[in-house]
């Protein structure tokens, strides 16, 4: 079974300028998670779809940043303008369902802003 | 709100050594708790999981046990190896909701 995948694996960028995220979950889960790990601290959790829709965003900066999974299936994560403090890895996930099910996490794409 | 709390690293172990690395957690209900491991330049792997007071996770030679009257989810491997050298997450997720909710990580390097 393929995992989560995601694309670019590294970006670099000036702040001010934007740049985009995709993932791909596992085939048939319903649930996709965006997180930011910032170097030295444990993920946080940005945003969540169920299919299509958003169930938790509460964590989103929505002045710069954006999301969509406009099919139920793939995902992209955008930021602009980005800022220094927006370095981080940022990481896709995706689960069967909701609630309790286990999070399966894709390789990453690591942001550098500079 | 939900917390966890990880010792911290970098923990440096020679091969075949004893690993623990401490997890207690702070949330509302009964959570499931959950180690992950982060090999250099990859994603979130999940190693383990415990969803109810008493369970124990295994995988690949690391345990760990769901303590309910000491909120500890405690990560052991009897003998480390270099390939363990990684960074391990302990995360904790409640209710119905799914975020997930995780400790700053543990670097472990393991040397010959």
């Known amino acids: 079974e393929a995992g989560v995948a995601q694309s670019p694996r590294y970006k670099i960028i000036e702040k001010r300028q934007s740049v985009a995220f995709w993932c791909n979950p596992i085939?048939?889960?319903?649930?996709l998670y965006w997180y930011q790990q910032i170097l030295g601290q444990g993920p946080k959790l940005l945003i969540q779809f169920q299919n299509n829709g958003v169930v938790d965003d509460s964590q989103l900066p929505k002045d710069r940043f954006s999301a969509e999974r406009l099919k139920g299936v793939d995902s992209t994560l955008k930021i602009q303008p980005a800022k220094l403090e927006d370095s981080a890895v940022y990481l896709c996930?995706?689960?069967?369902?909701?609630?309790?099910?286990?999070?399966?996490f894709g390789p990453g794409t690591r942001l550098l802003v500079l | 709100g939900d917390s966890v709390t990880q010792m911290e690293g970098p923990v440096t172990l020679s091969e075949e050594a004893f690993l623990t690395i401490n997890c207690t957690y702070t949330a509302t209900g009964y959570p499931s708790l959950f180690w992950y491991v982060q090999y250099p330049g990859e994603g979130l792997q999940l190693l383990l999981k415990a969803t109810k007071a008493d369970d124990k996770g295994s995988n690949k030679g690391f345990e760990a046990t769901y303590r309910k009257e000491t909120t500890s989810f405690h990560l052991e491997k009897g003998s480390v190896q270099v390939s363990d050298s990684a960074v391990y997450f302990c995360?904790?997720?409640?209710?119905?909701?799914?975020?997930?909710?995780f400790g700053t990580g543990t670097r472990l390097q393991v040397t010959l």
């Open positions: 085939s048939g889960h319903a649930t």
């Open positions: 995360a904790l997720l409640t209710g119905t909701a799914s975020k997930l909710t």
């Open positions: 996930a995706s689960s069967q369902g909701q609630g309790r099910e286990t999070q399966y």
